[in-house]
């Protein structure tokens, strides 16, 4: 099953909504820097308990390669209306192991620029604004929540939920294959906006929830707009 969007929503509500995650700890990032920001995600996994990343700087970030999440516990970003940027065809931020997602108060900017014949300067998967991979093994419900944030300029989707053993390229194009997880897909989407996406890549949605396997999916979307 996959869903796409591409116009505005106002309070499409098929789920009640998600509170945030109860969250063990919370990890501070003071410094306006893609180093600053990786150590805090590693940390959090490390930590293997559910975590609050509190982006505590002023100012933007520009980053080089994915901000990448490989713990298996929740994890909440939150930020305080700071841009992350990119020069790069890549995914600007990823859960990578499955991990209930909570981002709020952040703008994900891509390069822009992109279409069918221009895709950057690195092979592979088309880059997304916030990608959440679910495991094969998992169980019970997934969720995304993305609060006031922004995603734009991105060669491939939005934001991608993929329950799909096919990974990053589940929906690339495939037709529906790849098997998935015995897992559900919960995602909420608030004051959310999702503009210039997907142009390098065939089929590139601006959300995309790709459910391969038996779980169901429940979306909660409020004032957001999706669009090309």
């Not at 293997?48 to 994915?66: C, P, R």
């Amino acid at each position: 099953m996959w869903i796409t969007t591409k116009t505005l929503l106002n309070s499409a509500a098929l789920t009640s909504c998600l509170a945030a995650p109860t969250l063990a700890e919370t990890i501070t990032v003071t410094e306006a820097s893609e180093a600053a920001i990786d150590s805090a995600l590693a940390a959090a996994a490390a930590s293997e308990s559910a975590t609050k990343v509190v982006l505590g700087f002023e100012g933007d970030v520009a980053i080089a390669e994915t901000l990448a999440y490989d713990g298996q516990s929740a994890l909440a970003l939150i930020g305080n209306g700071q841009t992350v940027t990119t020069a790069n065809n890549i995914s600007l931020l990823a859960a990578t192991q499955g991990a209930d997602l909570h981002v709020v108060g952040l703008n994900l900017v891509g390069p822009g620029g992109f279409s069918v014949e221009n895709r950057g300067d690195i092979d592979g998967p088309a880059g997304k604004g916030i990608f959440l991979d679910i495991r094969d093994d998992q169980t019970d419900t997934v969720s995304l929540v993305a609060e006031d944030v922004t995603v734009s300029g991105v060669a491939g989707y939005g934001v991608h939920v993929s329950d799909c053993t096919l990974a990053d390229d589940c929906g690339g194009g495939q037709t529906g294959d790849g098997d998935g997880s015995a897992a559900g897909i919960s995602v909420t989407l608030r004051n959310v906006t999702i503009e210039d996406v997907g142009n390098g890549t065939f089929d590139g949605d601006g959300l995309r929830v790709d459910e391969r396997g038996p779980g169901g999916v429940n979306a909660m979307i409020t004032g957001t707009t999706v669009s090309k």
